[in-house]
C-alpha cells in the first residue's frame, strides 16, 4: 500500500454525516475553538459536499460548494496536513464548480490560509475581517479563465 494514498469523492449529507463530523468537529470545533452551534448551519443539507478518504477508507478532508457558488468548510485532519489533502480537495471542488457552469466560486479564507488559496489562483478581496472569532479573507476565483 501506498504511504499517505487518499483519494476524493462526492458525499451524500445525509448519508455521510458522520464521516463530516469526524473531520470538521476535530478540526474547527476542536482545535480552533469554533463553537459546535456555529459549525453545522441550515446550509450543510443544501450543499454539495466532497470528501477525502485515505487507503482505509476513513475520512481524512472535507469541503463544500454552497447554492451561494462560495467553497466552504474546507478541513483536513492534523496528521494528513501537507501531503496534498487539501489541494485534492480544492481541485475537486473547483471541477465541481465548473462543471456547474459557475463563472467564479468564491470563500472565506481563514488568514493562515490566504497562500493556499493565492497559490490555486484565488485573488483576495475586500477587508480581513472576523467569523466566528477567526481572521478571515474573502478570496475569489475566475472560473472562465482557470486551466485555460
Given at each position: 500500500m501506498?504511504?499517505n494514498a487518499?483519494?476524493?469523492?462526492?458525499?451524500?449529507?445525509?448519508?455521510?454525516i458522520?464521516?463530516?463530523?469526524?473531520?470538521r468537529e476535530?478540526?474547527?470545533?476542536?482545535?480552533?475553538?469554533?463553537p459546535?452551534?456555529?459549525?453545522?448551519?441550515?446550509?450543510?443539507?443544501?450543499?454539495?459536499?466532497?470528501?477525502?478518504?485515505?487507503?482505509?477508507e476513513?475520512?481524512i478532508?472535507t469541503?463544500?460548494?454552497?447554492?451561494?457558488?462560495?467553497?466552504?468548510?474546507?478541513?483536513?485532519l492534523?496528521?494528513w496536513?501537507?501531503?496534498?489533502?487539501?489541494?485534492?480537495?480544492?481541485?475537486?471542488?473547483?471541477?465541481?464548480?465548473?462543471?456547474?457552469?459557475?463563472?467564479?466560486?468564491s470563500?472565506?479564507?481563514?488568514?493562515?490560509?490566504?497562500?493556499?488559496?493565492?497559490?490555486?489562483?484565488?485573488m483576495?478581496?475586500?477587508?480581513?475581517?472576523?467569523?466566528?472569532?477567526?481572521?478571515?479573507?474573502?478570496?475569489?476565483?475566475?472560473?472562465?479563465?482557470?486551466?485555460?
Amino acid at each position: 500500500m501506498i504511504q499517505n494514498a487518499f483519494r476524493i469523492i462526492d458525499a451524500d449529507y445525509a448519508r455521510d454525516i458522520a464521516k463530516l463530523r469526524a473531520v470538521r468537529e476535530p478540526v474547527f470545533v476542536l482545535e480552533q475553538q469554533v463553537p459546535l452551534a456555529l459549525e453545522w448551519d441550515a446550509l450543510d443539507p443544501e450543499c454539495r459536499h466532497v470528501l477525502a478518504l485515505d487507503a482505509n477508507e476513513r475520512p481524512i478532508g472535507t469541503g463544500r460548494l454552497t447554492p451561494m457558488r462560495t467553497i466552504g468548510r474546507m478541513a483536513v485532519l492534523a496528521e494528513w496536513r501537507g501531503k496534498g489533502v487539501g489541494d485534492g480537495l480544492l481541485h475537486h471542488l473547483i471541477g465541481l464548480a465548473q462543471a456547474a457552469g459557475w463563472p467564479s466560486v468564491s470563500l472565506h479564507a481563514q488568514v493562515e490560509a490566504i497562500g493556499f488559496y493565492l497559490k490555486h489562483g484565488f485573488m483576495a478581496e475586500g477587508d480581513i475581517y472576523n467569523e466566528a472569532g477567526i481572521p478571515h479573507q474573502t478570496m475569489t476565483l475566475d472560473l472562465t479563465s482557470h486551466g485555460n
